[in-house]
């Protein structure tokens, strides 16, 4: 999926936009319970050996991710939690690199979308460059895609 962006948006922010075939509420759902995220939360061809989660504003999260080739943390804190609405935390990796390794901000709203969807809009900023922003957009991406796949087993 290709990130959506206005041209004042361009490097600064990333934005997807997703149509998933249940209510908010269902959707918010498995994004707050951990043995649900660690399903999905990871690109394609990576798993989620951990994923600990304290749900409540100021608390925190801490993952990893794990390819046959790549290993790698990130953390953040949850800022807002309106559930079923809206969801705001911070982003950052844990490579050792200062300049990859910077702090940005999520924030996923959840809108109903007609009978029984949902809107989920992603959106994390701000980026140093085109290309981060872009490489966020292909992992999330994918973490979309992973997360489709665990909610249409979820309403099955």
Not at 6 to 20: H, I, N
Not at 37 to 55: Q, R
Not at 136 to 146: C, E, F, I, P
Request: hydrophobic share 35%; aromatic share 12%.
């Amino acid at each position: 999926m290709t990130p959506i962006a206005t041209p004042a948006d361009t490097e600064q922010a990333l934005v997807l936009r997703r149509v998933f075939d249940a209510p908010p509420q269902t959707v918010f759902r498995l994004w707050s319970d951990p043995a649900r995220v660690k399903e999905w939360w990871h690109p394609k061809d990576f798993t989620t050996p951990t994923f600990e989660m304290d749900f409540r504003e100021g608390g925190a999260y801490r993952y990893s991710i794990r390819s046959e080739k790549n290993h790698g943390w990130a953390h953040g804190v949850y800022r807002e939690i309106d559930a079923p609405n809206r969801l705001v935390m911070s982003f950052q990796w844990e490579t050792g690199d200062v300049a990859h390794d910077q702090p940005t901000l999520i924030t996923i709203t959840f809108e109903a979308e007609g009978e029984g969807k949902t809107l989920l809009t992603f959106r994390q900023e701000p980026f140093s460059s085109e290309g981060e922003r872009l490489s966020h957009g292909a992992g999330w991406g994918q973490v979309l895609d992973a997360f489709a796949q665990v909610l249409a087993g979820a309403n099955s």
